[in-house]
């Protein structure tokens, strides 16, 4: 290897280094951090990550990146230090075109505006964020133009979270979905509905805890490669494949939700315990696209765990778990966690409406970026949205527009990759059954493991590697279509609402 390499090498390592320890303080602030040591901890977290920031943003750093960007100097490298030169060298030279003080005044103006954000949910009250809001809206606009300048501002925010998938491939398929959704959902919301009254009950955290244990297990997490622990909102965060940790929340009233919490944070987990080791220490070492992530914690929450077949070998051990649930029979079970109904928020949402909820975002971040629609008519745009297709509106904007945190600190265009992963499940579904055959079957027979290892064989090895259309155009040797995932619903909902 060149001397510029072993150069680069040892600050990239410095920089990853500070990275993981600012990674390990989030885990604490979320995780173990009592109340009054909150500002300690979150100063020392500031601390390392601008560090970081510094050593990738010095003169030095850059000056190797230049070098090692040179096709005599590029070719001799490893793919994953390949990717790693490239993506660090496209954010530097992003990054660089932002001025200073300008960046300087958006982080503070996201902290500021996630505190309003909360103050303003709690009371549902729009008009204490609104005016952070516009400011960020502005400020978004303003930093597109200077990380891509003459772009459109929501390709540039659709591209930093689901790159290549832009705004024309997303209308096709969104509207494709809508188009089926919307008379499959009038006949399921006509049929008899499930009794939710049954699962009344108390169930013990720690019974929970063990049927989490067994579920992340059983679906093929590592427990030797991966840690639990709890938090308010469940996540996943990943040091190495060698060290993947995942929360959860356990409510005693409620045996449903923290188990597909499980499985959901398990499918991510699974996901970065198998990039290919090749890559450990590279950029690549996990996937940055949240379609393509999202896919694989919804394809075990939904695709896999809100299958009958799955729980039918586990079933009888969950019971022996958590004793309330002997009153349930498997079939009523699996009627609850299928159960359709429209509601207001959309993390309770069931798999079905699910996609509507992200269409109305995904439809009012249009509207912000491309129609300059003002924040004051938003709230009232998202209740005739809420109308039109769940029929249903929010009494208030708590339950509205402002349920999800994302647009609080400028995460704009990040809603619809959620929605991307629903609609390549559909797409991985039918290229599982062709290589494996019937999905039903394999679950049935306990065989679950062999679909975890295709998924593992098939796209987690290559981490980041591989764009989201290219991963599609591999694995399935199609383009973008809504359709498999509408045949799912139609096939499915068919037969559990007859
Ligand atoms: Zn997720």
Known sequence: MSQTFDQFQALYSRIRHFNRAATLMSWDLYTATPKNGYQDMSDTLTYFSSESFSLSTSDEFRALLTSLSQPEELNALSEGMQYTVKKLKKQMEKNSRIPKDFYEELISLQSASMQAWGEAKRTADFSIFAPYLEKLIDKTIQRCAYTDPGKDTYEVLLDEYEEGMDSASIDRVFSELKEGLVPLLDQILAAPQPDSSLFKGYYDPDAQKKVQELLLT???????????????????????????????????????????????EGGHGIFEQNVDSALQNTEADDCPFMGVHESQSRFFENMLGRNRNFWLPIYPQIQELLPELKRISLDDFVREINHVKNSFIRTDADEVTYPLHIIIRYEIEQAIFRDHTPVSELPSLWNQKMQQYLHITPSNDAEGILQDMHWSDGSFGYFPSYLLGSIYDGMFLQAIEHDLGSIDELLAAGRILEITHWLNEKIHRYGGLRLPKDVLREVCHKELSAQPLLTYFREKYTKLYQ
Do not use: W
């Open 218 to 264: 059983y679906i093929g997490f590592s427990l030797e490669s991966g840690t639990v622990a709890e938090s308010e909102h469940p996540f996943t965060l990943g040091f190495s494949k060698h060290d993947v940790r995942v929360t959860n929340h356990f409510r005693p009233d409620d045996p449903l939700c923290a188990m597909f919490s499980a499985i959901h």
